[in-house]
Each structure stands twice: as C-alpha cells, then as structure tokens.
C-alpha cells in the first residue's frame, strides 16, 4: 500500500475499475512512502494473505491476479500455493523491486524466490529496463529475457518507459514466437506509479477475455490517458490520474 496513493494496490484499484471489472484487493505489503521514494516496507502477515485468498476464491470467481509488492518470500510461497490450486487464473507478475526514486521494495530472499517459485505460474511478467537487466542477470534486454524465459517465464513485457526515443516501446517475449513489440507515444517525465497501472490494466484486460496482445494494447493506451490529465499531488513525481473516463 502506498500511502500518497500514487502507486501499489491504490493504482490498482483505480485503474481495474475504470476499465470496467472489479478489483478484489489482498493488500500484501505496507509501505512508508511518497511522490519522492520508499522510505520503509513491510510484509502482511502470510496467513492472512492465504486467508483471505481462500476466501474470495470461495465466494467470487477470479479471472486474472495481478501481483506487485509482495513484501518476503514467505508471502511468494502462500501465493504459490494458491495458484497451483487454480492454475486456469491468468497471473501478471510486476516484479517490483525498488522505486522510482530508488527505495528498495524486495531484499535478495524475495527476488530469488520469485524467480524460483512465481515466475513460472506467471502468463507474463512485467519487468521495467531495471528490473529486466537484475532478474536476466545481463544489461542486454533480449539477453536477460531469454534467460527469464529459459527459467520457466511464460513470456516476458520489458516495459520501455525508462528509455528514451519518441515512442516507448513494449517489447513481449514468448518463449517459441518472435518478440512482438508495442509502441505509444512518450510524454516525457517520471511519473509515480505507471509500472502498476500498465500491470493492472493489462490483468483488467485479460479479465475480459482480451487476448495478451489486446490487453497490452488497451492497457498502453489507458496509462497515456492517465499521464497526460497526471496529477501534482505532491513534491515528487506527479501521478497519474486513473480515474479519467476510460472511453470519453
């Protein structure tokens, strides 16, 4: 949870509901934070995550996780187990490791075991050009996706927002067709909490019954929407305003 609701479950929530489904959110990691950085971190209890996990899933059906902060291993091991149980839930994994202003979000035991465990239940994850380079382990980006994908990774997003060039590009890897890219316009700047929205929007897609391609597709669209009404909510990065009207 991000307290200056900029990033985490918040844009979560935001950004499900305007594309039209309905979030239910199991809060796993709380954090001391704002527009600047994360300044401390901590994970919710495990059993209460499987608890309440176990719950919905016996009360609503689930048509996509999207997971982000997931604050220890111990709570990557509890979702794991989860999803072995209902493997037909399409996940997409943001590997969230650190903020934007450089604020750790995973120690080494949370990163490991998300690549051991997570990553292989995952229908795609969504690595940013930082993320990508430290869970490849190699600064080239085809590199380091193939070494995800050679680990068990379905496919693999590597997000282009920290690039430069006038359009970002969304690079999906599969593990036996060629890299399909997505390309929308770059507005310039940081922004606090877009790797979430993108996320999010795309499981909102999937959710839908949109294919991974469409959903990306919808989901790109929706954080440029969002970027260019940001909000100045604070000193730090502005956010994006996720509660635009989607179609309008």
Not at 86 to 115: F, N, W, Y
Request: proline share 6%; hydrophobic share 40%.
């Amino acid at each position: 949870m991000d307290p200056s609701g900029g990033a985490g479950i918040q844009a979560d929530i935001q950004a499900v509901t305007a594309l039209g489904c309905h979030p239910l959110p199991v809060l796993s990691c709380l954090t001391v934070q704002d527009t600047r950085n994360v300044y401390n971190a901590t994970a919710t209890d495990p059993d209460i995550v499987r608890q309440q996990l176990e719950c919905l899933a016996g009360d609503t059906p689930i048509h996509a996780i999207k997971t982000g902060a997931l604050g220890n291993a111990d709570v990557v091991d509890v979702l794991v187990d989860f999803l072995a149980n209902h493997p037909d839930i399409p996940l997409i994994s943001d590997p969230v490791i650190k903020a934007a202003g450089g604020g750790d979000l995973a120690d080494e035991t949370l990163i490991a075991r998300m690549k051991a465990r997570l990553f292989r239940h995952a229908e795609m994850i969504t690595p940013n050009s930082i993320e990508l380079a430290l869970l490849g382990e190699d600064e080239d980006p085809t590199q380091a996706a193939r070494n995800l994908l050679d680990a068990g990774c379905q496919s693999v997003l590597a997000t282009g927002g920290h690039g430069e060039g006038e359009d970002i590009i969304n690079t999906l890897y599969h593990q036996t067709e060629e890299p399909s890219r997505f390309y929308i316009e770059r507005v310039g700047g940081e922004y606090h909490g877009t790797g979430c929205t993108l996320a999010a929007s795309i499981a909102a897609g999937r959710a839908s019954g949109l294919s991974a391609g469409a959903a990306i597709d919808q989901a790109q669209n929706y954080v440029l929407r969002a970027i260019r009404h940001a909000l100045r909510v604070g000193k730090g990065q502005p956010v994006p305003d996720r509660g635009i009207p989607w179609q309008s």
